[in-house]
């Protein structure tokens, strides 16, 4: 069993920046791939970054030089710094093992471009 904190979401205006934490306990975290998702109102939950337990990433074309997924194996956590941030981008994001599993859904924390 896995259980999920995200955290770091607000509002921020087009252009800027926000820096998303996943803490993750309960399993031994470094050895699964994770991944980032988000969820607009309306649309499905898609994955945007996914990073293995090497550290090797993928990013959706939608996010891809823009967002960086990275992660701290001694601190369970996985992070997301998302730069040059568009409205497109407001949704609740979510943190999930790459293949999720759909015991392991957090709250999520709510991310809102506008000015």
């Known amino acids: 069993q896995m259980h999920i904190v995200e955290s770091g979401g607000g509002l921020v205006q087009p252009g800027g920046s926000l820096r998303l934490s996943c803490a993750a306990s309960?399993?031994?975290?470094?050895?699964?791939?994770m991944g980032w998702y988000r969820q607009a109102p309306g649309k499905q939950r898609e994955l945007v970054a996914s990073i293995t337990s090497t550290g090797s990433t993928n990013y959706a074309d939608s996010v891809k030089g823009r967002f960086t997924i990275s992660r701290d194996n001694a601190k369970n956590t996985v992070y997301l710094q998302m730069n040059s941030m568009k409205p497109e981008d407001t949704a609740v994001y979510y943190c999930?093992?790459?293949?999720?599993?759909?015991?392991?859904w957090g709250q999520g924390t709510q991310v809102t471009v506008s000015s």
């Open positions: 999930n093992l790459k293949v999720p599993n759909p015991n392991y």
């Open positions: 309960g399993r031994i975290f470094s050895l699964y791939a």
